[in-house]
């Protein structure tokens, strides 16, 4: 296809990306460098019937005219990425000198907003995506050796889950795990503790949240896991097993090894999504005992009155740095594989 | 499975059947719960003395006279003007898709055809763009959007929806044109066909089955988003999504909460039914990545 043709088919939506996400990177990139104005203020006297008193108040004219000379507000240059609100080294440097051990540091540390929001978000991401790939794979397993007949009726009962908008889902479980919900009331009968509640504690809400991330992911690995399945060779698998292959070990070096570029897969698209774990955090109300990245950024673009937009695009840069060193080794896989082909 | 290869044993067979009930309550009970619980009033929905309540509803039957009350439904849709959401979401996501459609279609179809080694960078930065949250690239939009006054209305949200789903769709689209053969296109050519012209009537009407395929995933995309809506949209043009996490902070402390339940009973409906209709396309489509790895 001539470079001209192929242009003119792929200009629409190369135009698309390249304004809506290429350009906001660069504007994100931009605003990081600037805080907002300080507010100016002027001291007024008020005389009423009651004598005199002094007040401060904003003065809104002076705060046009900054906000018309500079409209980004003012140049902060890389401050915002090292304040308290984001990497923090000046408290890093006062915890590593004021803790006796790496127990206590560590836990300084985790109470600092970025880290708290950076280790939740990892967490997430390193515990639920392997978590669904060995549930998804035992799914499919098992649905592999149900009759034919009911196998319709049993992949449209699971793909409910995944397809159900994230916040939803996660909506859908927090009211049946409240204290009066089917869930957590069962869970307060089998403990036998009244005050139990899957909410308060931090860590509760952590190990709620994996099983929500497993059980709304889990119907994607098994989809392709049972797809795979499908074409798994039969001449091997008869071959193993009169070599005498019991059926685990059928598993383990048949079926397996040839569903290893399905794991693969899974397991990209997985560490994709999950590191921008969002709507969960929102769903489960779950903010004050486990933030992600993502959910930082929104809570600042939330902020009051004022969005904090230069806070926002600060964590936002770091999280765009999160995200291409979590996909460097795709990249280089991608890049080998069309050099092989070429 | 006349197979022997793949014949269970007696315990397997009733451990695997067991796994798989598992699973189904485990991933349909919770669906069942709610939308059973959403024409009972809140008193049995979230009863403090028996959970079982919310199975009879002796409150509902004490404050309406029925087993089961739409009080719910006519709170959130007509009191809290949930229809204009749902009117609001459904003018999103047809324009989302068509549009998406439309570039994505032309894009993949240059992709999958062209040989070039741009061809394979263009696809490479979609991965990179297909990975970033969303939220990163809402904050980039917000000042911008502020300044030129084009914040809040319905057209900026499908552009920005369109724009964001197009790594997604560009790579789909481009796997399913590959499996194509070149000699349709190119024999078209050579009976006098532009390119466009052999895009248009021969190879799209062979594409259908990829089309409708990438249509679902654009329509859950554009269905489903959260981040984007809720950032992106004015109290009255609000999409579905974003009106139900409103309906979380006021009116649930005023003891409404059944109104959400409603809410959410009502917008899982419509994914329902389509996973009823296009259960096949869905899972053509997840694994359609995956076979190309």
């Not at chain 1, 900054?66 to 408290?91: I, K, V």
């Not at chain 2, 030129?148 to 197009?166: H, K, R, S």
């Not at chain 2, 579905?240 to 979380?248: D, E």
Request: charged letters at 10%; a neutral charge.
């Amino acid at each position: 296809m001539p470079h001209r043709t192929f242009l003119a088919f792929i200009l629409p939506s190369l135009a698309a990306m390249f304004i809506f996400i290429a350009l906001p990177i660069l504007s994100v990139a931009y605003q990081s460098l600037f805080v907002s104005h300080p507010r100016v203020t002027v001291e007024v006297e008020t005389c009423g019937p009651f004598g005199c008193s002094v007040e401060t108040r904003v003065d809104t004219e002076a705060m046009a005219e900054l906000q018309r000379e500079s409209p980004m507000g003012q140049f902060n240059g890389l401050g915002t990425y090292t304040n308290s609100g984001h990497l923090a080294f000046d408290d890093l440097a006062m915890i590593w000198a004021s803790s006796p051990d790496w127990t206590t540091a560590a836990k300084s540390i985790l109470n600092l907003p970025f880290y708290k929001a950076l280790a939740f978000t990892l967490a997430f991401t390193f515990i639920v995506t392997p978590l669904v790939i060995v549930f998804g794979f035992f799914i499919a397993l098992a649905v592999n050796a149900i009759p034919p007949l009911i196998k319709g009726p049993v992949i449209f009962l699971s793909l409910l889950p995944m397809i159900v908008t994230p916040l939803i889902g996660a909506l859908v479980l927090f009211w049946m795990i409240d204290a009066r919900g089917v869930i957590g009331a069962t869970l307060q009968l089998v403990f036998n503790d009244p005050q139990l509640s899957l909410k308060a504690s931090p860590a509760l809400t952590w190990v709620v949240l994996f099983v929500y991330g497993v059980w709304h992911s889990a119907p994607f690995s098994f989809i392709v896991f049972y797809a795979g399945l499908q074409t798994v060779p039969k001449d091997t698998l008869e071959s193993a097993m009169i070599d005498g292959a019991s059926r685990w070990q059928r598993v383990r070096y048949v079926v397996l090894p040839h569903l290893m570029p399905l794991v693969t897969f899974v397991a990209l698209m997985q560490l994709m999504d999950n590191f921008r774990v969002f709507e969960p955090i929102v769903g489960f109300s779950a903010a004050a005992n486990a933030t992600s990245l993502s959910y930082l950024i929104y809570s600042d673009l939330r902020a009051g009155d004022a969005p904090l937009f230069g806070s926002a695009a600060a964590t936002s840069m770091l999280t765009i740095i999160g995200v291409v060193i979590l996909l460097t080794p795709v990249l280089i896989r991608n890049w080998r594989n069309f050099n092989r082909k070429t | 499975m006349t197979n022997r290869a793949h014949r269970l044993s007696l315990p397997l067979t009733l451990v695997s059947a067991g796994f798989v009930l598992f699973w189904l309550i485990l991933a349909a009970f919770p669906f069942v719960w709610t939308v059973w619980g959403s024409f009972k009033v809140e008193a049995d929905f979230f009863s403090y003395s028996n959970w079982m309540n919310a199975l009879t509803g002796p409150k509902t039957e004490l404050q309406t006279g029925g087993q089961f009350t739409g009080a719910a439904y006519h709170g959130s849709w007509i009191e809290q003007g949930f229809w204009k959401s749902v009117v609001n979401t459904a003018i999103i996501t047809v324009s989302v898709v068509v549009i998406s459609l439309t570039l994505g279609t032309l894009g993949g179809y240059a992709l999958a055809r062209s040989g070039f080694r741009y061809a394979f960078w263009i696809l490479l930065v979609a991965l990179v763009f297909r990975a970033m949250p969303h939220v990163t690239l809402v904050s980039g939009y917000l000042l911008p959007f502020f300044q030129l006054n084009i914040w809040g209305f319905l057209p900026t949200t499908i552009i920005v929806l369109v724009a964001i789903n197009q790594p997604f769709t560009l790579w789909m689209l481009h796997s399913f044109f590959l499996s194509i053969p070149k000699d349709l296109d190119e024999s078209a050519m050579v009976d006098g066909c532009t390119r466009f012209q052999a895009f248009r009537l021969v190879v799209i009407p062979v594409m259908w089955p990829g089309v409708v395929t990438t249509g679902l995933f654009s329509f859950l995309l554009a269905y489903n988003d959260f981040t984007v809506t809720s950032m992106l949209l004015s109290q009255d043009n609000q999409t579905m999504v974003p009106k139900i996490a409103s309906f979380l902070g006021s009116t649930q402390a005023e003891g409404k909460v059944m109104y959400a339940v409603a809410a959410v009973v009502s917008a899982i409906a419509p994914l329902f039914v389509l996973v009823l209709f296009f259960q096949r396309q869905i899972v053509s489509g997840l694994t359609a990545g995956a076979v190309k790895g």
